[in-house]
């Protein structure tokens, strides 16, 4: 089973990004999934998490109020995570990564959950 993160790229600032994560394989023991971000030379930073259903969000507070998590779990769009970012701004400039966790425990993807590879986005001044 894979995350596959899509929809970086480079936006002006005050511009939007819808990202998406989209899981390959099975889903069966995925539950929560969610978004963290990485800038050059920072540490990980939490974005957003939802959980299963998508009836309760997380955020971080950098992005608290311009973001917006949501999930599609239909059959045929694979789980799908997005996360749509508005009012984008230089400092929102990084790697942002998926992730999934595997425990109904708990929403909020950590380091031994799974995680997908990163989709850039650079915001530009």
């Known amino acids: 089973v894979q995350l596959q993160a899509s929809g970086g790229g480079l936006v002006q600032t005050g511009g939007s990004l819808r990202l998406s994560c989209a899981v390959s394989?099975?889903?069966?023991?995925?539950?929560?999934m969610g978004w963290y971000r990485q800038a050059s030379g920072k540490e990980r930073e939490f974005v957003a998490a939802?959980?299963?259903?998508?009836?309760?969000?997380?955020?971080?507070e950098s992005v608290k109020g311009r973001s917006t998590i949501s999930r599609d779990n239909a059959e045929n769009a694979k789980n799908t995570v997005y996360l749509q970012m508005n009012s984008l701004k230089p400092e929102d400039s990084a790697i942002y990564y998926c992730?999934?966790?595997?425990?109904?425990?708990?929403?909020?993807?950590?380091?031994?959950?799974?995680w997908g590879q990163g989709t850039l986005v650079t915001v530009s001044s």
């Open positions: 939802t959980n299963w259903s998508g009836t309760s969000t997380y955020y971080g």
């Open positions: 394989g099975r889903t069966f023991g995925l539950y929560g």
């Open positions: 992730a999934a966790t595997l425990s109904r425990e708990y929403d909020v993807p950590g380091e031994n959950d799974l």
